[in-house]
Nanobody
Framework: QVQLVESGGGLVQAGGSLRLSCAASTRYAMGWFRQAPGKEREFVAAISRNGGTISYANNVRGRFTIDTDNAQNTVYLQMNSLKPEDTAVYYC????????????????????WGQGTQVTVSS
């Protein structure tokens, strides 16, 4: 069983920044997704197991950065220039049993999910 522990959500004004963390029990390909009220869960960012491949959703590219601390099996999502439309519950996820170089945009590639952390951006 893989455990994912998220932290770092909160309330921030538009234009501000937040940094989300997700600690995993071991190293996997990891992704961040988000779900706003009344909307489907959507892809935000993903990083391969070896950290060498990264993918972003178009609506966050240039504002968000995903990176890892491999020594601690932790993945981060640095969110800058936040907008009210970024308001959502953010989830990290782990793709188990995958190769080292692929970053996955499809939520169905992920086996384990964190509990979610609320990010609220006020205008």
């Amino acid at each position: 069983q893989v455990q994912l522990v998220e932290s770092g959500g909160g309330l921030v004004q538009a234009g501000g920044s937040l940094r989300l963390s997700c600690a995993a029990s071991t190293r996997y390909a990891m992704g961040w997704f988000r779900q706003a009220p009344g909307k489907e869960r959507e892809f935000v960012a993903a990083i391969s197991r070896n950290g060498g491949t990264i993918s972003y959703a178009n609506n966050v590219r240039g504002r968000f950065t995903i990176d890892t601390d491999n020594a601690q099996n932790t993945v981060y999502l640095q969110m800058n220039s936040l907008k009210p439309e970024d308001t959502a519950v953010y989830y990290c996820a782990a793709a188990v049993g995958t190769g080292y170089t692929a970053a996955y945009r499809n939520q169905y590639e992920y086996t384990y999910w964190g509990q979610g952390t609320q990010v609220t951006v006020s205008s």
